[in-house]
């Protein structure tokens, strides 16, 4: 909701902040307050990779799980949520465009608020509020849910080994996923086509891949093997993929509209005829019915405004510089791909 800007207040004990120092990603119990709700041990742990990660005593990103400790605590409805500190995003908008954009082209992405954080009487600042992976998030879009939710761990695609998400599923969904990585190493063009569609949705894949290069997610599945999530659909019997990450958008307005793809299943899908195909259609109608720069741009200005009686003035001053740019580069981006 861009009109919200939560005031979230974190508790957490001298001990369990040393220990956030010495093992930044160990979860440590933290108490929360929000408005006139307060959140018992909770579970808090440090987030962020190379370019998003501060330190606890610096301005730090947070997973908290709300009933890891504390068994059915959710936060409005929710039982995980991440708190980004945006240093890679100033605006504090590329989350929430990123995912409206994606659920209006029918692919699940998390829902993204916005809130002013303190911990221990501390104010850190504004933060980005992101809906974490979990059955609440399955939930809203899938009858069924059992099927086996993973991310980049060890290895970065699907042919190498996944990480699993905390969602209940069956441990044999892994030969879903790796059925998807070998038809799509599949030597034989027409072959890896009828194989790949027996196995992923492949309208919502190509959807997917086509909407993180329309907004350019350059640091996601399609063009980075990164920032992403793949799902079991038990119903459909199909692998489907959920965008991550979207702290870096519309950085290179001229990119191409069909780049390499460094994703095994995207490349593997590129490089088919009735991929291309597919990808060329489906990019167009995004284009056309989906990206309304005028809508979103006009969303920007409505989070700013929003954001502003709670910010500084320096914070608001950065926020807005950015956000002009960000309107900047989806104009640009249209007029990019238009042309």
């Not at 996944?162 to 027409?190: C, F, M, Q, W, Y």
Request: glycine residues 8%.
């Amino acid at each position: 909701n861009v009109a919200t800007v939560l005031d979230l207040k974190i508790e957490i004990s001298d001990a369990a902040l040393k220990s956030l120092r010495d093992n930044p990603r160990e979860f440590v119990h933290a108490t929360i307050h929000e408005g006139t709700a307060t959140y018992k041990n909770a579970a808090i742990r440090l987030k962020g990779s190379v370019g998003s990660f501060r330190a606890v005593d610096d301005k730090p990103a947070f997973t908290i799980d709300l009933d890891r400790f504390n068994a059915n605590q959710k936060f409005h409805g929710l039982r995980r949520i991440h708190l980004n500190n945006s240093v890679e995003d100033p605006s504090f908008c590329d989350e929430l465009i990123g995912g409206e954009l994606f659920r209006a082209a029918h692919i699940p992405a998390p829902r993204v608020t916005h809130a002013v954080v303190t911990l221990n009487g501390l104010r850190l600042g504004p933060y980005v509020v992101i809906e974490g992976f979990t059955e609440d998030f399955l939930g809203c879009y899938y009858k069924h849910m059992g099927g086996g939710l993973y991310e980049p761990g060890e290895g970065h695609d699907l042919n190498q080994r996944l990480k699993r998400v905390s969602v209940p599923a069956d441990e044999g969904n892994r030969a879903e996923i790796e059925a998807v990585a070998n038809a799509a190493l599949d030597a034989n063009l027409t072959n890896r086509w009828t194989r790949l569609e027996k196995v992923i949705d492949m309208p919502a894949f190509i959807t997917f891949m086509a909407m993180e290069v329309l907004i350019g997610h350059r640091d996601g599945y399609s063009l980075a093997r990164n920032n992403y999530r793949v799902y079991y659909d038990i119903d459909s019997r199909k692998v489907v993929f959920f965008p991550h990450g979207m702290d870096q958008l519309f950085g290179n307005p001229t990119a191409l509209w069909k780049p390499h793809m460094a994703g095994l299943v995207a490349r593997a899908v590129m490089e088919t005829p009735q991929g291309q195909h597919e990808y060329r259609t489906i990019f167009a109608s995004l284009l056309s019915n989906v990206f309304h720069v005028r809508t979103f741009t006009a969303e920007v200005g409505q989070v700013l405004d929003g954001l502003r009686p709670v910010l500084t003035d320096s914070e608001f001053a950065s926020a807005s510089d950015a956000a002009a740019r960000l309107k900047q580069e989806m104009v640009q981006r249209q007029l990019s791909l238009k042309h």
